[in-house]
Nanobody
């Protein structure tokens, strides 16, 4: 089991930028695919972005493609989400999640991720 801890959330104005990170414990981080999800007031947990174990493959939801960038530093056991041109509809609790292995199949489904962080709140408002 990997323990995940997100950090860097907060309040940002529309059009602004914010970067959040997720620190992972354990020795298997570099062999695990990772993802970011979010859950807004409406309740459903929504896929945001995913990255392969090596970092060579990145995948995004249509709603964030071109504005958000997922990356990882395996030497630091950390995955990042850089968010630009933020919109009020990006307001949500953002969660990082780890897969059991390197597979990237069904990357958009929360049920293929086995470990989750506690979440960090991002509010986009003027």
């Amino acid at each position: 089991q990997v323990q995940l801890r997100e950090s860097g959330g907060g309040l940002v104005q529309p059009g602004g930028s914010l970067s959040i990170s997720c620190a992972a414990s354990g020795r298997t981080f570099s062999s695990q695919g990772m993802g970011w999800f979010r859950q807004g007031p409406a309740g459903a947990r929504e896929f945001v972005a995913a990255i392969s174990a090596s970092g060579s493959i990145t995948l995004y939801a249509d709603s964030v493609r071109g504005r958000f960038t997922i990356s990882r530093d395996n030497s630091r056991n950390t995955v990042y989400l850089q968010m630009n041109s933020l919109k009020p509809e990006d307001t949500a609790v953002y969660y990082c999640a780890a897969r059991r292995a390197q597979s990237m199949t069904k990357y958009y489904r929360p049920d293929v991720y086995v470990d989750w962080g506690q979440g960090t709140q991002i509010t986009v408002s003027s």
